[in-house]
Each structure stands twice: as C-alpha cells, then as structure tokens.
C-alpha cells in the first residue's frame, strides 16, 4: 500500500487518560504497519469539539475522533441508548475491565454499526470508564444535602441519575469544567476520577464523595468509513488488534490515578473525602437499577431486539468478570472503598495488560458477528 497519514481529532487534552489508549493504538498500528500508516493528531478541540464527531466523519474533516454516544443523542440516538447499558456493571475496577470488552463488544454489532455507517463512521473501539463520582464545593453526604446542587453532567444517563438524588444537571463542556466550579456555575463535578488532580480540580473543590455513578460505557472511537474501507484487508485486521489498546491505555491510567488518588489527596490537595450516608448512596443504587431492568422498554425505533443487545452486554461482562477472576487474579470486590482500593493496587501493579489486550482481541475476534 502506499503510506497513509490520518487525521486524528482528540477534544480531550494531552493529559487525559484517553490520550493514553489513543497513543498505544497509533503506536501500534504504525509498528506492525512497517510506517505506512501514521497519524496527524490535533488535541485539545483545536479540529473541532466534541460535541461535532457525528458532522466531522460526515465533512471528512477528522479521519478518526472521540465518539460519546451520551452527547450525541439527537445524531446517535442507538448508540445513546445503548450507553444506558452501564447500569449493569458493578464496581471498579471490573466496571472498567470487563465493561470495556461488553462495551466494544456491543458497539461493534447490530444496529448500532448500522447507524454509524450512516454517518460515514466505523467504530474503532472502545471503553468503559470508572463508575463517575462527584467533588463537590461543599460536602455532600446526605440525600438532603443533593437537593439543587447544581451538578456538571455528562448528559444522558447523568442527567436522570442527579436528578434522582435532587441535584439539578448542568452542561458544560469538559474544557470549562475548573472555570465553573471556580466560579460556582456548578457545585459539583460529577465525572471520571482522572479529571480531578490532573486537570486540576482538587484546586477549586475540596469535598469528595465515592458515590458511585454510573461509568461512561461505549465512548470509543470511530473512523471515517471511506477511508477504512479503502484499506487493505490486512491493515483493517492490524486496527482490530490494537482496537483493546483505547481501553487499555484508559483503564491502565485510571487505576495509577485512583491508587494515587486516594493514598494523597488528603495531603496534596487538602481534599475531605466524604462517606455517602446510606439514604443518599440507597437511592441513587436503586434508581440504577430500575433504569437497568427498564432499559429494553425505552429502546428507540431503530433498535428491533432491544434484550439481544442487552444480552449481549450482560453475557460478555459477566464472563469477563469470570476471566478477570480466574485467569488474572483480579481479587472480587464487596462494594467497599476498602476492597475496590485492593482491587486496584493489585491490578496497578500485576495486572499483564499485554496478556489483557491479547485475550480481549482474541475473544472479540470470536465472537459471533463481530465487525
């Protein structure tokens, strides 16, 4: 083939755990390509923001982008649907671990791939965070204490989960997150634990809370149909082998920054780490439960089987639980702070993320109607 350089869109700064799995997918794909294809990366939504990957694969203007189904609903409403499949994981850190496999698993079949394709988009692959919890400007322990916080939401699933629990949502884009808490435009920021040192919003709210949200289940990255298409049947199976790279660049990360997190943000960052009282941590756990069992019954039209894809989710992460158990030692967790920190020094530190990456590219090559 004749070299090939693609044009990569990453809104998310060079800090950002995401940075980490697009990274380890470039470098892969450039090795075992012998430098034919290689990557033009603009960071930091200097392409364009986030909120525009559906329109940049229609332009042409990105060859491959950051892809968050949640925040493009009215573009990607089977693909927004099916994030709501995140109410079925459990803990960190197998919600990131074996929900990063249901994830891509998921999104790489059945309607989903058809509504991407309409938008001249191929999903690359993909991940799923850790389960989203809030820092806050003031404490937050007690259901009482969420009425009209005033919440940074992710949209979709996070809008219906604060306002659960009393807070009101707030949109704001992720580039502007510091500015509003500093400000007081939010009172929370209810997000991916790996925002809250690096981008430095331990400076401006000091109260955090493990109440656990629902993790962000299905951003990915997707790829410009033509110019996937167009290349060789080879090359095409080089990207499906690093494609468990996007998630095992971010779980990698967020596991350093969570064992980071919590052994010193008390002493770096002066951060009060604050117990949910049962009323509060009760109600948000019982409303992700019943959005879970009623998920298939708000499907949208272009999704015919609603519990197939649902099934499908459920039964890969269920046995991707049992492998991350089995074959790699990843201690079982009992919903404590206590066991998920165990849980994930162990993974810091024995995890063989290569060994991950070849037992996911594998089973997903498997699996039965893989694309």
């Not at 990557?39 to 525009?52: I, K, R």
């Not at 980071?260 to 509060?280: K, N, Q």
């Amino acid at each position: 083939m004749e070299p090939i350089t693609l044009i990569v869109s990453e809104p998310l700064p060079p800090t950002s755990t995401n940075n980490r799995g697009t990274e380890r997918f470039m470098e892969y794909v450039t090795g075992h390509t012998d430098g034919k294809v290689t990557f033009d990366v603009y960071d930091t939504s200097t392409l364009h923001p986030m909120q525009e990957a559906i329109s940049a694969m229609e332009s042409g203007l990105s060859d491959i982008t950051l892809y968050i189904p949640g925040l493009l609903g009215s573009d990607v409403p089977t693909g927004a649907w099916q994030a709501g499949l995140s109410g079925m994981t459990t803990s960190m850190p197998m919600d990131m671990l074996a929900g990063s496999v249901a994830a891509t698993a998921t999104f790489t079949s059945g309607p989903v791939v058809n509504e991407l394709a309409e938008h001249n988009a191929v999903y690359l692959g993909g991940f799923t965070s850790d389960s989203y919890t809030p820092l806050c400007r003031s404490p937050l322990d007690k259901l009482a204490e969420a009425k009209g916080k005033l919440g940074r939401s992710a949209g979709g699933t996070y809008d219906a989960e604060m306002e659960a629990i009393g807070m009101t949502p707030t949109l704001v884009d992720s580039n502007e997150v510091y500015e509003a808490l500093q400000r007081g435009t939010v009172d929370c920021h209810v997000g991916s634990l790996e925002n809250f040192a690096k981008e430095g919003l331990a400076e401006v709210a000091k109260f955090y809370t493990p109440l656990s949200f629902s993790p962000n289940t299905g951003p990915g990255y997707i790829m410009n149909k033509e110019k996937f298409d167009a290349l060789p049947a080879a090359v095409q199976e080089v990207f499906r082998e690093a494609s468990p790279l996007f998630g095992v660049g971010n779980s990698s990360a967020l596991v350093e920054r969570y064992v980071e997190w919590y052994g010193s943000a008390e002493d770096e960052f002066g951060v009060t780490f604050v117990r949910p009282a049962d009323d509060l941590a009760d109600t948000l756990a019982e409303f992700r439960e019943e959005e879970a069992a009623t998920l298939a019954e708000r499907a949208p039209d272009s999704v015919a089987d609603p519990q197939a894809i649902i099934q499908r989710y459920k039964s890969v992460y269920e046995e991707w639980v049992r492998i991350l158990t089995d074959e790699f030692g990843v201690p079982k967790t009992d919903g404590s702070p206590e066991s998920m920190l165990a849980a994930l020094e162990y993974v810091a530190e024995d995890l063989d993320w290569d060994a991950y990456r070849q037992r996911m590219y594998e089973y997903l090559r498997d699996l039965e109607d893989y694309e």
